[in-house]
């Protein structure tokens, strides 16, 4: 039953596949036959049953509709052979229909040939009108190429060139004309490239030959504007009130002057037609030559060319000539040039687009600006004119104004000049100093004499001199200060002049001003005019009658600092009481140099003293002194007497003078007075000396009396009691223990301050001891004969070697 079951439910499926063979494309078949396999094993017998089965049924059909339509075939057949008798007909009547035609349209073919031929000339004729009209335009506008080359019209050239490639010659491409065009035009780009860069080197040649002129103009104009900034600020000034004239007659006078001369000087350059750049260099090879290069697409080339050639020119502009620094025409050429490079490329870069860009410029100036600065460096060192340099300075103002005022930096340069500053200052200080030698050189180092009111108002007005006393003297009469103190005085003022001619063409404010002609000040006084005092100090033929008028003069200089300070003052119109402002030094200066000649008269004095001393020829050997003092010492002693008159002339109109005057007058008179005290006891010591006998030692004790003398007849006042004598206490003691030969009280009382010898040193008494110790056994060749001799040589033995006891416990103890 089971197997029944199975073979009812194949006859379905083998149905579904014959359908789908049935209606499925032939390449498709294969996997429904597949499926015939692959189901149970009786599945293909049962298969190929069924599809014999089903292809007798077709067969069937198909015999039954044969039999249905064969008597309709059998009907059209015997139609169709109806029609071909009726067909030849047909045939045979075209054929002649066609004959006929044929021989009627021979005539209408020959008139249409003709026709034809007619309608192909028409049609030619019209096609070269039309490509000659296409052809026409070309040659005129290559013909326009050419009158343009003739007429160096090269930037039209170029164009036209454009026209005729993207509009002219895609049109009559095709012709070998067109093509012989096409190939010449490279050639003209070339031609007009170099005729270009021919006028363009031209151009470069000609702002080099006018770089000069150029600067000049620009230079000229910045200096014009600046003069101009300045009288109208000054006349606003003026306007409002606020006039900063200085008081000063002499400064208000020059300033004046100077006003009014650029006033002059700048009506007078008005009427002179202000040129440009643009006047004096004719600018278009260079448009011309961007213009092309723009359009021939090689503009970086161009720029390339351009800018290296300027740096070519810029590095030969910036070279210095070998003698530029010996005139101030060297300098100002050389800044012309400069400017005039420098203005034309700011015009370059203003007018053309990326030929020169602020990048290149800047780039450009840096390195020019190095350059300048490195050579100004250089040549203002070589500068020892003081005038040559301050007119640098000025130009290098109106060459960093000029720049400035085409925007370029120019700050390096502002500070270049406060270096070249210093080198004016130290070239003021160098002038200033052969200035000052001369006015010395010249000074006869006495009080200026003055026989009527006039010559003393004439002194007055050149320097600032109160003294009341003096002026109730009657004529004639004497300044204290001898001439070069007016004559310094003057100069100081000059030379703040000279300053201030500088430090007014640096754009600083009034404050800094007054600080840099104080500071320049301080250093006239504390360098130039101090060294120069000390330097005529120093001097050989300076005597003490120079040197106590140099103290003189110092003082008056000192006091005349306080004017300076006020002239200043009126200068700058800084108050002195600003917590910034710098005070002069010069009080410290002269006080130095006085101290210096102080210390000079104290050397001078010795070293005169030493000469008087060189000139003693004492006999140590007498037996019995001369009963008068040595020649050589009254004459030492007259000379300090007259010397010491001198000081009465040191400046004592005031309590401060006098009591300098004093003490210099007192410091002289004791330094003399201990040097030859000092230079007696070593003529005594002196280790050359062997034998002194007590008769030379008494003959010596005589010239100390008169040293003493001198010292108590107060020959400077101010000394209080025996302060003077002091300076010879030590030889007095030394001579009268030798003299009294008060030995034992000296050995007893030795160091005791109430000793009577206190200041007589062992090692000193016990030489001078020894040097008579051998005189005595020299010139008592008997005395061991005779009693008081022996017991003398024995004592004078005993105090030998207690005094060596003496010397020998001092060393011990230090």
Not at 98 to 126: H, M, P, S, W, Y
């Amino acid at each position: 039953m089971a197997e029944g079951g199975d073979g009812l439910a194949a006859v379905p499926e083998h149905e579904r596949i014959l359908q789908e063979i049935e209606s499925t494309d032939t390449a498709c078949v294969g996997p429904t036959l597949r499926s015939v396999y692959d189901d149970q094993p009786n599945a293909h017998q049962k298969f190929m049953e069924k599809l014999d089965a089903c292809i007798r049924n077709h067969d069937k059909e198909i015999e039954k509709m044969c039999n249905f339509h064969h008597q309709g075939f059998v009907d059209a057949i015997t139609e169709l052979l109806k029609v071909r008798t009726d067909a030849e007909k047909l045939k045979v009547q075209v054929t002649d229909t066609n004959c006929k035609l044929q021989d009627a349209g021979k005539e209408v073919i020959a008139q249409t040939e003709d026709i034809i031929r007619c309608r192909i000339q028409q049609r030619n004729i019209t096609t070269v009108v039309e490509k000659l009209q296409c052809c026409l335009p070309v040659l005129e506008m290559y013909s326009k190429l050419k009158e343009q080359m003739n007429a160096k019209r090269y930037y039209s050239a170029l164009k036209t060139m454009e026209q005729l490639e993207n509009i002219y010659f895609p049109r009559v491409s095709q012709y070998r004309f067109c093509q012989i065009m096409i190939e010449n035009l490279p050639k003209l780009r070339e031609d007009i490239k170099e005729i270009s860069m021919s006028d363009l080197k031209d151009f470069l040649e000609s702002i080099r030959k006018h770089s000069n002129k150029i600067g000049e103009t620009a230079m000229k104009q910045a200096q014009q504007q600046k003069i101009f900034n300045v009288i109208l600020q000054k006349q606003n000034n003026i306007n409002m009130g606020r006039n900063m004239c200085i008081t000063n007659g002499k400064i208000l006078q020059e300033r004046n002057e100077v006003t009014s001369t650029y006033a002059f000087e700048e009506e007078d350059e008005n009427e002179e037609e202000v040129l440009t750049v643009q006047d004096l260099v004719d600018f278009s090879p260079v448009y011309r030559c961007l213009h092309i290069y723009s359009v021939l697409g090689d503009e970086e080339t161009f720029e390339n060319y351009y800018r290296k050639q300027r740096k070519k020119q810029a590095r030969l502009v910036l070279q210095p000539q070998p003698n530029m620094h010996e005139t101030v025409d060297g300098y100002r050429r050389y800044f012309s040039q400069i400017v005039g490079f420098f203005v034309v490329e700011d015009h370059i870069l203003h007018v053309t687009q990326g030929l020169v860009t602020r990048a290149y410029t800047d780039e450009l100036w840096n390195m020019a600006l190095s350059k300048i600065i490195a050579v100004l460096r250089a040549h203002s060192s070589y500068c020892t004119d003081p005038d040559l340099v301050l007119e640098l300075i000025n130009l290098i103002v109106v060459f960093a104004d000029t720049l400035q005022g085409y925007g370029f930096p120019v700050n390096r340069l502002f500070d270049l000049l406060f270096e070249i500053r210093d080198q004016y200052n130290e070239t003021l200080l160098k002038k200033w100093a052969g200035v000052f030698r001369e006015i010395f050189e010249e000074d006869n180092c006495s009080p200026i004499p003055v026989a009527n009111e006039e010559e003393y108002k004439i002194i007055i007005s050149k320097f600032p001199f109160q003294d009341p006393d003096l002026e109730k003297h009657s004529f004639p009469k004497k300044f204290p200060m001898s001439q070069s103190v007016p004559h310094i005085y003057i100069q100081v003022k000059e030379f703040i002049y000279a300053s201030l001619k500088f430090s007014e063409s640096l754009h600083r404010s009034s404050t800094e001003i007054d600080d840099m002609l104080r500071k320049s000040t301080n250093l006239l006084l504390t360098r130039t005019l101090s060294s120069c005092l000390q330097n005529l100090i120093k001097k050989p033929h300076i005597g003490l009658t120079e040197l106590v008028q140099i103290i003189i003069n110092t003082t008056h200089l000192e006091q005349a600092c306080k004017y300076l300070e006020d002239f200043i003052t009126n200068i700058t119109n800084i108050s002195q009481e600003t917590v910034h402002t710098t005070r002069l030094y010069g009080l410290s200066t002269f006080k130095d140099a006085r101290h210096s000649a102080e210390g000079e008269i104290y050397t001078k004095l010795n070293q005169k003293i030493d000469e008087f001393v060189q000139l003693a020829d004492y006999d140590w050997t007498m037996s019995e002194p001369d009963g008068r003092a040595s020649g050589y010492l009254m004459d030492l002693i007259n000379f300090l007497r007259s010397t010491f008159q001198v000081f009465t002339h040191l400046p004592n109109n005031n309590n401060d003078h006098a009591a300098m005057s004093g003490k210099v007058a007192q410091t002289a008179c004791m330094s003399a007075c201990q040097h030859l005290s000092t230079s007696l006891m070593q003529m005594l010591l002196d280790s050359e000396l062997k034998q002194i006998s007590m008769g030379a030692v008494q003959q010596f004790n005589l010239d100390v009396i008169q040293c003493e003398l001198f010292a108590s007849s107060e020959p400077v006042p101010g000394f209080q009691g025996d302060t003077l004598q002091l300076a010879f206490i030590d030889l007095r003691q030394l001579l009268d223990l030798f003299m009294v030969w008060d030995w034992s009280t000296y050995l007893a009382d030795y160091g005791q301050p109430a000793s009577k010898y206190l200041r007589v040193n062992p090692n000193t008494a016990l030489t001078l001891l020894e040097k008579m110790k051998d005189t005595s056994k020299k010139n008592n060749i008997f005395a061991q004969f005779r009693k008081n001799d022996r017991d003398k040589q024995k004592l004078i033995e005993t105090v030998v070697r207690q005094l060596r006891s003496l010397v020998n416990g001092m060393s011990q103890h230090t």
